[in-house]
C-alpha cells in the first residue's frame, strides 16, 4: 500500500487516541483547577478525596468511549485493505487464465483477516492499560509516570507548593501543561511480531505515544494482511518472483532495494523481509507483490530508480542545515508533532485559567512553529500536510492577531539582541583578562 492509503486508513482510530490524550489531560488540569482554590494544606487533606473522586474509573470512562467500536472500525478497514490488496492482482489470473476465487468464497483468506482483526483490536486495547506521561522526577531526568501517579502525587505536590508558597497556581499549571504537553500520552505496552519486539521509541525507552502505538499497531496488522495475500495470490499464480514497491524518502538502506524484482528467498537475503530494520519491519511503508517473468511490467525501470536515488541524495538546505530527502522527511514529522502539542498547550492553558500573558506567548510561540513549518516544507520541497496539526480536539483556531504576534517578533529580536550583546561584552570582558594576565608574566 502506498504512504497516503495507509495514513488516510490509520488516521481515524488515531484521532481516537489523540482526542482521548486531550480528554486526560483536560481531566487532570481541571482538577489542579479546583485544587487552586486551596490555601491551606490541612484542607487540602479534607478536599482531597472531593477533588481526586473516582479518577481511575474516570479513567476508565475516557478510555471505553474513545475507544468504543474498536473491532467494528478495523473490520470495516481490513476489509479496505481486502478490496484493494487482494482484487489488484485479479489481472495476472486473466492473463494466465486461472480462476480468481472472490473473498467471499475464499475461507483461508477469511480466517486470516479474522485472526489479524483480532489481533489489532488486542492491541488497541492493551495500549490503553497502562498509560502515562514522561515527566521530571524532581532531579531533571524524565521518568514514565503512571497515570494513578500523575493524578495523586502531582495534585498532592500542587497543593502543597501553593499552600507554602513555593509557586503560584498559574506557575503551576504552566508547568504541567508544558510538561504533559511535550511529553503526549505514552504507554509502555510493547508490541511483538511473535519473536521479537518492535516499535520502540528510543528516545524514551519502550513509552511509545498512545496515537503512534495505535497507528502502528493497524499498519503491522495491514501489513501482515497484505503479507499474506500476496503469498497466497503468489502461490496460486505459480510464482517465486514479487515486486517491491517504491516511495520518495524512504530510508536511505530501504531506498537501495524498494522498486525492484526479487524472489521470495532474495526479498530476504537483500530486503530484510522479517526483520525489524528490513522489509515490513519498524514504521516499514514498503511492501511487495507477486510478479510473473514474461507477463507482468515493471512499475519503474532501473534507470528511473538510480536517477531518483541520486536525486533524492542531494542535500537542500535551510538556515543553515542541509537534509536529504529522507532527513527532510523525518524533520517535518518532528515539527508537526511539536505543533500538535503547541496547540495542546494553548487549549489546556485557556481551560485551567492560566494567564493570558502565558497563553498568549503559547499562540505566538505556535504562529512561529507554523511560519517556520511552511518554509522548510517549501524549502524541502515537500507537501504541507496539515492534517497531521488539526487533529483531534485541537481544531479551533490558535493563531495570535498580526498585531500580537508582529508585537511578540519585536520584543523576542530585542531579546535576542540583548542576549548578542552580553555574549559580546562577556567574550570582550574574557579577552581582556587575559591579555593583562598575559601581560603581567
Known amino acids: ?18 482526542a482521548l490524550e486531550m480528554s486526560i489531560m483536560d481531566d487532570i488540569i481541571r482538577r489542579i483547577q479546583k485544587a487552586g482554590r486551596i490555601t491551606d494544606a490541612a484542607d487540602w487533606q479534607i478536599q482531597r478525596l ?7 474509573q474516570d479513567i476508565e470512562d475516557l478510555i471505553r468511549r474513545a475507544v468504543g467500536g474498536n473491532e467494528e472500525e478495523v473490520r470495516r478497514l481490513y476489509a479496505e485493505v481486502i478490496e484493494r490488496e487482494y482484487t489488484r492482482d485479479r489481472s495476472l489470473y486473466e492473463q494466465i487464465g486461472k480462476e480468481f476465487i472472490p473473498y467471499e468464497l475464499n475461507p483461508e483468506l477469511q480466517q486470516i483477516t479474522d485472526a489479524l482483526v483480532k489481533q489489532s483490536t488486542e492491541e488497541l486495547y492493551n495500549i490503553t492499560k497502562s498509560t502515562g506521561f514522561m515527566l521530571e522526577n524532581g532531579s531533571g531526568r524524565k521518568i514514565f509516570t503512571p497515570l494513578s501517579d500523575v493524578y495523586n502525587r502531582y495534585l498532592d505536590d500542587a497543593i502543597t507548593g501553593m499552600a507554602n508558597g513555593a509557586y503560584d497556581y498559574n506557575t503551576l499549571v504552566r508547568r504541567l501543561v508544558s510538561q504533559m504537553t511535550a511529553s503526549g500520552l505514552r504507554t509502555d505496552h510493547a508490541f511483538s511480531d511473535g519473536g521479537s519486539d518492535y516499535g520502540v521509541d528510543y528516545a524514551s525507552g519502550w513509552h511509545n505515544r498512545v496515537d503512534v502505538a495505535a497507528r502502528r499497531a493497524l499498519l503491522t496488522g495491514f501489513g501482515q494482511l497484505t503479507q499474506h495475500v500476496t503469498d497466497l495470490n503468489a502461490q496460486r499464480l505459480g510464482t517465486n518472483y514479487f515486486e517491491v514497491t517504491w516511495h520518495g524518502g524512504a530510508r536511505p538502506e530501504h531506498a537501495a532495494w524498494q ?25 516499514c511503508r514498503h511492501t511487495y507483490y507477486p510478479f510473473i517473468p514474461g507477463i507482468s511490467e515493471r512499475l519503474y525501470t532501473d534507470e528511473w530508480l538510480e536517477e531518483q536515488n541520486r536525486r533524492e541524495a542531494i542535500p537542500r538546505s535551510f538556515r543553515g542545515k542541509e537534509y536529504n530527502a529522507y532527513e527532510a522527511t523525518q524533520k517535518q514529522r518532528q515539527m508537526e508533532t511539536a505543533m500538535r502539542a503547541r496547540r495542546e498547550q494553548v487549549q489546556l492553558l485557556r481551560a485551567g485559567g492560566a ?32 492534517e497531521r496539526i488539526y487533529t483531534g480536539r485541537t481544531t479551533g483556531r490558535i493563531s495570535p492577531s498580526p498585531q500580537v504576534y508582529a508585537q511578540w517578533q519585536a520584543e523576542q529580536a530585542a531579546k535576542a539582541a540583548n542576549r548578542a550583546k552580553e555574549r559580546a561584552e562577556k567574550q570582550r570582558r574574557a579577552a581582556q583578562d587575559a591579555a593583562q594576565k598575559g601581560a603581567s608574566t
Do not use: H
Open 1 to 18: 500500500m502506498d504512504e497516503s492509503y495507509q495514513n488516510l486508513l490509520a488516521a481515524g482510530v488515531e484521532a481516537k487516541y489523540r
Open 50 to 56: 472531593v477533588i481526586l473522586g473516582n479518577s481511575t
Open 355 to 386: 494567564d493570558k500573558e502565558d497563553i498568549t506567548i503559547a499562540r505566538c510561540k505556535y504562529q512561529a512553529q507554523l511560519e517556520q513549518y511552511r518554509s522548510f516544507s517549501k524549502a524541502m520541497g515537500l507537501e504541507e500536510q496539515t
Open 259 to 283: 522498486g525492484k524484482v526479487y524472489t521470495k528467498e532474495q526479498l530476504t537475503t537483500k530486503c530484510g523481509l522479517g526483520t525489524g530494520p528490513g522489509l515490513l519491519g519498524w514504521n
